[in-house]
DNA sequence: TATCCAAAAGATAATCATTCTTATTTAGGA
DNA sequence: TCCTAAATAAGAATGATTATCTTTTGGATA
């Protein structure tokens, strides 16, 4: 399960540390799109020791590194996404709620529309959707 | 200019203030999707006395009465937008930069996919790109 | 046009997520 | 096993945002 987290730590010369497993561990148990405030939470069961400013800098040091990602969101609290695939996502109008959306038709779809349409001045590096909406539950 | 704003607010029961009109043009002429901070700036020259809270208390009042909106971004520093119509952000990968992108085809053949198409439990409201990339200036 | 009052603004303190600092610990190579 | 740069812990500092409390004002009413 952490293998690969392991081999990709290595791989970017880093430390692979029992709070960097822990974090990670957290970010892919919890569903959601987590704060850093929820991995602490999570965290604090078996690993009570590891400290907020680790948190933080094991959260910005991932992402710096492509383990993680940050969700964009209207909030300024940060929320971590480790899917790396090619994604959407789902944002609750009326809650902080933010689901995954995997369509592989869709990305196609929209890959072929920009391999002819060009944004002017604009090398386009990815694309995600932002589908607003409600969840029935 | 500020006439459909200003008739916005009535229809919205909220009073017209100086502070108010100084607020929604600085977010309509500041380009790039300002932050708070970036319009207490901009006031500053013609209105030096309109306060750091009534700033923001303004910008959030504006957003819950849809006449702005907040930008998702990675940040957590919050930022606005003036325009409602739909449109899609182009977001730097290396700055802060995030531009407008309109595109009437591209908002036909996505409203076309999920007529089709529908997200199982989810009632979709509105559906936005987030296009990353690079811009060449 | 003057009066009135709820809504809005001003000033500033408080909050809280995040970042920074410094001392201590540790992963992993030699 | 030893060594050292990297990583962590603890807690202070920062900075955007929010809250509080007083004063001002838009605009409805008389």
Redesign the interface.
């Known amino acids: 399960m952490t293998h690969f987290f392991r081999e990709k730590l290595k791989e970017r010369g880093l430390k692979v540390t029992p709070q960097r497993v822990a974090i990670y561990e957290a970010i892919v148990n919890l569903k959601n799109h987590p704060t850093a405030e929820n991995v602490i939470e999570y965290i604090k069961t078996n690993h009570p020791n590891i400290s907020v400013g680790t948190v933080y800098k094991v959260l910005d040091s991932l992402v710096e590194n492509e383990l993680l990602k940050?969700?964009?969101?209207?909030k300024?609290?940060?929320r971590y996404d480790a899917i790396l695939s090619n994604h959407h996502h789902?944002y609750c109008?009326e809650t902080e709620r933010i689901?995954d959306?995997e369509?592989e038709?869709?990305n196609v779809?929209?890959s072929n529309?920009f391999k002819n349409?060009k944004?002017k001045?604009?090398?386009?590096?990815?694309?995600?959707?932002?589908?607003?909406?409600?969840?029935?539950?």
């Open positions: 940050k969700v964009k969101t209207e300024d609290i940060m789902l109008i689901e959306y369509d038709n869709l779809l929209i529309y349409k944004i001045n604009f090398k386009v590096q990815d694309i995600k959707l932002q589908i607003t909406g409600k969840f029935n539950k």
